[in-house]
Nanobody
Framework: QVQLVESGGGLVQAGDSLRLSCAAS????????MGWFRQAPGKDREFVAA????????YYRTSLKGRFTISGDNAKNTVSLQMNSLKPEDTAVYLC??????????????????WGQGTTVTVSS
């Protein structure tokens, strides 16, 4: 049984920073990539960032480049998302996801095999 557990969400003011973390567990867990998605109330789930372990390539939603940074440790099955200069429009539930095997589509939610329950980020103006 693979579990992804997010932490680090909370209520902050516009301009503040937050760091989200995700830890994956499971006896035989390994992944090709891990990512972060978010879903705001009444909106579709959207891609935030992903990291491909082989080569360490990172991918970002274009509008978030420069404010958000994904990092992680493949050996420890952890991934983090550093979010700076937060805006009210960043308010959402942030979900961690993992893809087991090779995929060219790790910016797409459909590519992921495992999901966490999410952690809520609320940014007040």
């Amino acid at each position: 049984q693979v579990q992804l557990v997010e932490s680090g969400g909370g209520l902050v003011q516009a301009g503040d920073s937050l760091r989200l973390s995700c830890a994956a567990s499971g006896r035989t867990f390994s992944s090709f990539a891990m990512g972060w998605f978010r879903q705001a109330p009444g909106k579709d789930r959207e891609f935030v960032a992903a990291i491909r372990w082989s080569g360490g390539n990172t991918y970002y939603r274009t509008s978030l480049k420069g404010r958000f940074t994904i990092s992680g440790d493949n050996a420890k099955n952890t991934v983090s998302l550093q979010m700076n200069s937060l805006k009210p429009e960043d308010t959402a539930v942030y979900l961690c996801a993992a893809r087991r095997t090779f995929s060219m589509f790790i910016t797409s939610a459909e590519a992921y095999d495992y999901w966490g329950q999410g952690t809520t980020v609320t940014v007040s103006s």
